[in-house]
């Protein structure tokens, strides 16, 4: 670890969450002295022992390096006052209830903050969040130095991805950019320039963009299934040697904590109407309901185990889980679904959670509704499958 950075101080508000606490001890690790703002105070608590609340691959050994070589936290975001860059992680989404929320800790954050001290936004945000910015009293008289650095790791790869990928830095003038590029070479990554403008369209275009691509195969299995087509075989088929159809991704619901809700602030943000981007999530929707209709189809009684339900493979997040709604939909058509998911928190559930080897003898009917590699393992032979994902 170098400690040419330990004059500079960052802080990191929600610091605690998925983006910000992978993001902390990376810089930690760095040589910064980084102090993690999050309000909740579980996690905290939590974070200091040592233990995150998340699964993130490589996270407990950063952690643990990032621990012992100062990381400090703190629920006040009065604290952030000795910090030259301040970096922003909260949840964001189009909500009302969510904007208020950013509005109100925005206004917080830039009135602890020192005079010209850099200000990183890396929540998701909109032009509108921007201006708000530019207009709050704190930001003008203090001259504080904004910058928009979207986030764009995937859950599950922040180390391998922090490090890799180019961070786009949206400034406004050549004097913010220089500061924050600068910054991230300290931290060995590279950077892109451009505005904040292009930098808020270039983050929600790009997940807009994965969940039309993501929804449009689903639309085909949709009208597939409705034909009496099954689709399996003909994406086998219709793949197979044929270089201009090899990138094809998988049906499945597009879900999970990010796609969802960037698409719909996209669509909201930019004025979308009438625009094919409005029917993806009626698409998704139309895709977990013809699942429930090969359940009744294929399954024989009522009785279902069903394989994950976190919103991707060896995640335990659940947020926009797809594996969720179609576990609710089942059970509103009649079903019993027994649900076995090793990487689920059972306390974060409301409903219950078994362990395979206890209920496989209770039905044949296996729904694998997200493909966790554990499952791999499991004695499925004389099952009749159905897969979530194809
Ligand atoms: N999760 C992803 O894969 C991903 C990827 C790219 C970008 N993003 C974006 O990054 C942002 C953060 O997402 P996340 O998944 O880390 O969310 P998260 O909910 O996991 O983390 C947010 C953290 O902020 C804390 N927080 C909330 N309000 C606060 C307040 N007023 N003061 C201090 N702390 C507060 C929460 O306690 C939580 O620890 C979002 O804008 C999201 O769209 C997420």
Known sequence: MSNKNTSSHVSIVGGGGHIGLPLSCYIQNKGYQVLIVDNNIE??????????????????????????????LTNKVGEIKFSNFVIVTIGTSSSKKSIDLFDSLINQVLKNMENEASLIL????TENDIAKI?????????????????????EGSAFEELGSLQQIIGADN????????????SLNIKTINTSIKYAVFIKLFSNAYRHANFSIINEFYNIAFENNINFSEIKNIA??????????????????????KDLETFIKSYDVN???????????????????????????????IQLGLTFKSGSDDLRGSGAIILNKKLQKKGFEVLAVDPHVN?????????????????????????????????????????????
């Open 274 to 304: 009438n625009s094919l981007l409005n029917k993806l999530s009626y698409v998704n929707e139309k895709y977990l309901d013809n699942l429930v209709n090969l359940c009744s189809e294929v399954f024989e009684g009522k009785k279902i």
């Open 346 to 390: 059972k306390s974060e559930i409301d409903f219950n959670i078994f362990d395979y080897q206890k209920i496989k003898q209770r039905t044949n009917n296996i729904l694998i509704a997200v493909n966790h590699s554990e499952f791999s393992k499991y004695d499925l032979k004389n099952k009749i499958i159905v897969y979530g994902e194809l």
């Open 43 to 72: 996690s905290i608590n939590s974070i200091r022992k040592g233990k995150a609340p998340f699964f993130e691959e490589g996270l407990d050994k950063n952690l643990k390096n990032a621990l012992k070589g100062g990381l400090t």
């Open 134 to 154: 530019k207009k709050n009293k704190h930001y003008i008289n203090k001259n504080i130095k904004l910058t928009y650095c979207p986030e764009r790791i995937a």
């Open 239 to 260: 793949t197979k040697k044929y270089p201009r159809l090899n990138k094809i991704p998988m049906t499945g619901y597009v879900g999970g904590p990010c796609l969802p």
């Open 122 to 125: 890396r929540s998701t945000v």
């Open 174 to 185: 050549k004097e913010n950019y220089k500061i924050i590029q600068e910054f991230f070479l």
